[in-house]
């Protein structure tokens, strides 16, 4: 039987506070110097003036909508998601739901022109559009894990991008659309007709890859989890839509492979209280199946030891499909 997420034990906090918003055309170590600073703090931010056309956005967020405003027959034959093509609700394996309906696919250039015959009318132009939009994307990633190796002083600047280059890279590229919810007013007590429930959407988890990208319209929903309170409870910090702002999360195999400085962050998505749907545009940088996984040796110190063991992405990627989506991963691969 598919169930929800399990509901928190205990009273949720959502604070209002300033997130990091980084202009990738200042000057270079400036730039640097405020990722590293929003990574350790925050595991997220945002970036502007990042070099991804409106154009190339535009396109892609035509096609996403336009898929999802087909009739669900017409969408069910890009189905079902195992893992690649449309789903709903269901996310991930292991009996994890949400009011989402998603549609997802690899970045191999090929496959997509090939799916792209059960997903639009016009396959060439969706196709156009999703590698267009994946070729754009993943240049602003490799870009920003570039200045990450930098900001850590480490020797090979490209020792978390050339995972992503590579050509059997894993990364995936996934559109989430999230329809607004309407409650019945016999149910409950708000007699304004314009009331809507506020619905997880896609429930609490950390992305297990090195690096999310990701650009929704304009419509809120994302919240991240920010520092700990008294209670070591997490504080639900909302991130407010941008028009041209990217957002940046770090993954867990990032964490991973700076020993633990960079932070993995937990975030959600919640349908919020606004009668227009939202779509989100994520793209997953992952690395080849194959990769050993472990930090640059000067990322561990002494007094810095290794956090965690060596391990494969193929290994790690087992354990995440294992696990329900909002279960901490990390600590399986602690080293003893």
């Known amino acids: 039987m598919v169930v929800a997420s399990p509901s928190p034990t205990h009273p949720e906090k959502v604070q209002f506070i300033e997130l990091p918003i980084i202009d990738l055309s200042a000057e ?4 640097i110097k405020l990722v590293i600073k ?3 703090e925050y595991g997220f931010f945002e970036v502007i003036n990042h070099g991804v056309s409106h154009d190339i956005i535009t396109r892609m967020e035509e096609q996403g909508l336009g898929f999802f405003a087909k009739p669900l027959g017409d969408k069910q034959k890009a189905g ?3 893992p690649f093509g449309y789903g709903c609700k269901n996310i991930g394996f292991n009996g994890d739901v949400g009011e989402v309906e998603y549609l997802m696919l690899g970045t191999n250039s090929l496959s997509i022109v090939e799916r792209s015959y059960a997903i639009s009318n016009d396959p060439k132009m969706f196709s156009s559009a999703v590698n267009g939009y994946i070729e754009a994307v993943t240049g602003l990633a490799c870009e920003i894990l570039e200045l990450m190796a930098e900001g850590l002083r480490v020797h090979d600047s490209s020792v978390f991008s050339k995972m992503i280059k590579e050509v059997d890279n894993d990364s995936i590229f996934r559109l989430n659309h999230y329809p607004p919810i309407l409650c019945n007013n016999n149910n409950n007590n708000n007699k304004d007709p314009s009331f809507h429930a506020n619905k997880v959407g896609f429930g609490e988890h950390t992305d297990p890859q090195i690096l999310t990208i990701l650009k929704s319209n304009d419509v809120g929903g994302l919240q991240v989890k920010s520092q ?3 209670e070591d409870h997490g504080v639900w910090v909302p991130v407010p839509p941008h028009p041209t702002a990217f957002c940046v999360n770090v993954g867990d195999v990032l964490q991973a492979m700076t020993n633990g400085r960079f932070m993995s962050v937990r ?3 919640m349908v919020t209280n606004t009668s227009k749907s939202r ?5 997953f940088g992952a690395p080849p199946l194959h990769t050993c996984l472990t930090p640059p ?5 002494p007094h810095k030891p290794l956090l965690y063991r060596p391990f494969t992405w193929d ?3 087992k354990a995440s499909h294992s696990l329900r989506l909002g279960d901490s991963r990390l600590p399986l691969f602690k080293a003893t």
Do not use: G, N
Not at 28 to 31: E, F, G, L, T, W
Not at 279 to 283: F, K, L, P, R
């Open 315 to 317: 290994e790690y990627k």
């Open 228 to 230: 700990v309170d008294d």
């Open 267 to 269: 975030h959600r998505a």
């Open 279 to 283: 779509m989100s545009m994520a793209y």
């Open 80 to 82: 079902p998601a195992t």
């Open 38 to 40: 929003a990574c350790e």
């Open 28 to 31: 270079r170590s400036k730039v």
């Open 297 to 301: 040796i000067e990322l561990v110190t």
